[in-house]
């Protein structure tokens, strides 16, 4: 195959999953069919099966990819690699969660939020093959953090409330009328460090409530 023809499914893929997912962010997944998809991004309904095989196969794609745009893993290897401070990483951490929640698009935040919120079968794919593997990268950080061990499920617990403020936050920013007209104006700096400073404050005392309990 030449590499031209190679750059052209590329690009018919990603249009694919660009319509899909603002259609799956408006409507969500029992209301977007795969016709109005194909219909929107100029394509027929066998481009679809080609590069998804399924319209499931669709969606467990595009929940992929926006989990991937709310946080890449090869960003989070780099970051958890490198020789900066815990809490230093724990700040890059939030850093692309803000990021990745802020973005021009929308739909990747509003689609894996309708699948946290009504979940699907391809729930359990996304956390094997996405979610778990990222949290398995961040968990030693919260562990130097907090001194819980790393095993302890009370430290896995920690996780959600690390990562659901920063996406929260910037929903109810992104929001008509936004959070700022109640708060007041926030550079992406100073919202990252509030949300550091937050989490660091929840971890220390969740570890040293745990320190006392054991």
């Known amino acids: 195959m030449s590499r031209s023809i190679r750059a052209d499914g590329e690009a018919t893929r990603g ?7 603002e259609f799956l962010a ?8 795969s016709k109005e998809i194909a219909e929107r991004a100029g394509v027929n309904m066998a ?3 080609y590069h998804f095989g399924s319209r499931g196969g669709l969606y467990k794609a595009v929940l992929a990819e926006a989990h991937r745009r709310l946080i890449d893993r090869d960003d989070l290897d780099r970051l958890f690699a490198s020789n900066l401070p815990a809490h230093r990483k724990l700040h890059g ?9 802020a973005g021009a698009a929308r739909w990747p935040i509003m689609v894996l939020g309708r699948e946290l919120l009504s979940p699907s079968p391809h729930l ?12 398995r990268i961040i968990l030693p950080v919260l562990h130097e953090i907090s001194t819980i061990p790393a095993d302890d499920p009370v430290l896995w617990r920690c996780l959600p409330c690390v990562v659901a403020p920063c996406i929260m936050t910037v929903l109810l920013s992104r929001a008509k009328p936004g959070l700022d007209q109640v708060s007041g104006p926030m550079s992406r700096d100073d919202l990252i460090d509030h949300l550091c400073r937050y989490a660091i404050g929840g971890l220390e005392a969740i570890g040293r409530a745990h320190g006392n309990e054991t």
Do not use: Y
Not at 127 to 134: C, G, L, R, S, V
């Open 15 to 21: 249009r694919i999953l660009e319509v899909a997912g």
């Open 26 to 33: 408006s409507k969500g997944l029992a209301d977007t069919t």
């Open 47 to 49: 481009s679809i099966n």
């Open 93 to 101: 951490l939030i850093g692309f969660l803000v990021d990745g929640g």
């Open 124 to 135: 359990a794919s996304l956390q094997q093959e996405e979610i778990f593997p990222k949290l």
